[in-house]
């Protein structure tokens, strides 16, 4: 049992629920628009938690076994950084999640496109190889990205314009300008939670050689950088509120925008990094809120 609860923690199912938001919106549009199929949204659902766990137990490989994950970082304490799980474990078990990514993404191909639209079958499943290169190159390997400042590129345009543009053509089977705003405003989210992640560690990623963009740009315009994203997937959003009001009820998911605008001030006034850890599950948790908010409103 206790080898078990190491394994979940390595997982980090915190996580999970920012990485279904953009499955969430995008079923909300197809149910709106009568595409909607539970199938493939289980499917859906499964294969981005497969594909996040997997990026969870790379990043936690690629970070223990380059030593970037010492006793000076201040986030939890990974599983190879506390010993309780060895580099050959961990690497048994991203093969295995590797071999899941994989039979999950061609059952939801096939459950969406069968043995038609041959050109979005093909399409998807180079979406779906991308998407598990993309997990695992973020930490792994001696020109993994996440170590030259281009994990926040990689984070937008899977989080968001894939996750939410491209489940909602799982569905449809073609795409609808309704989803390219909250596509964004995601993304932008999503970013902004790696970010925040970047600017807790940048004293310990500086130091062991990780180069994120937060290292690249420093705290002071790191801060600004995350003001900016914040703000424009406030204001995004917003847009897509007006652009796309049909009723009041739309426009519930208004309220996430408080604890947004009260972390944008939190971050600005910050002093330790340390003290940004716990913002990271406030802005993780209210993206995902919002994107339910949004689904719900949109459909009543």
């Known amino acids: 049992m206790k080898d078990v609860s190491v394994w979940i923690s390595a997982m980090r199912l915190r996580t999970l629920p920012l990485s279904v938001s953009g499955i969430i919106i995008a079923s909300s549009f197809a149910e709106y628009n009568g595409c909607f199929d539970w199938q493939i949204f289980m ?7 497969s594909l996040q766990v997997l990026s969870n137990l790379a990043n936690d490989y690629g970070d223990g076994i380059k030593g970037t994950d010492d006793e000076n970082r201040i ?6 950084q506390s010993g309780k799980i060895t580099p050959a474990m961990m690497f048994e078990a991203i093969k295995l999640n590797i071999l899941v990514c994989i039979v999950l993404s061609f059952l939801l ?5 069968g043995s038609q639209h041959f050109l979005l079958t093909l399409l998807f499943f180079t979406l779906g190889i991308g998407s598990v290169i993309a997990a695992i190159r973020y930490t792994i390997g001696s020109k993994a990205y996440g170590y030259r400042g281009l994990g926040d590129v990689f984070v937008f345009i899977f989080f968001g314009l894939v996750s939410v543009i491209g489940c909602y053509v799982l569905y449809a089977k073609t795409i609808h300008h309704v989803v390219f705003l909250p596509a964004i405003t995601i993304g932008l989210l999503s970013v902004a939670v790696l970010n925040l992640n970047n600017m807790r560690d940048i004293v310990s990623d500086k130091a062991s050689g990780k180069i994120t963009l937060a290292v690249k740009l420093g705290i002071v315009n790191a801060k600004k950088y995350h003001v900016f994203l914040i703000a424009s997937a406030i204001v995004i959003s917003l847009l897509f509120g007006i652009l796309y009001y049909t009723s009041p009820f739309n426009l519930i998911y208004f309220i996430v925008y408080i604890p947004l605008i009260r972390h944008i001030k939190t971050v600005k006034r910050n002093q330790e990094p340390k003290a940004l850890d716990p913002e990271l599950k406030k802005v993780a948790l209210s ?3 919002l994107s339910v908010l949004l689904a719900i409103g949109h459909l009543m």
């Open 43 to 49: 499917l859906a659902i499964l294969t981005t938690i």
């Open 75 to 80: 986030g939890p304490e990974r599983a190879l």
């Open 109 to 113: 191909i096939f459950s969406a496109f």
């Open 287 to 289: 993206t995902f809120l």
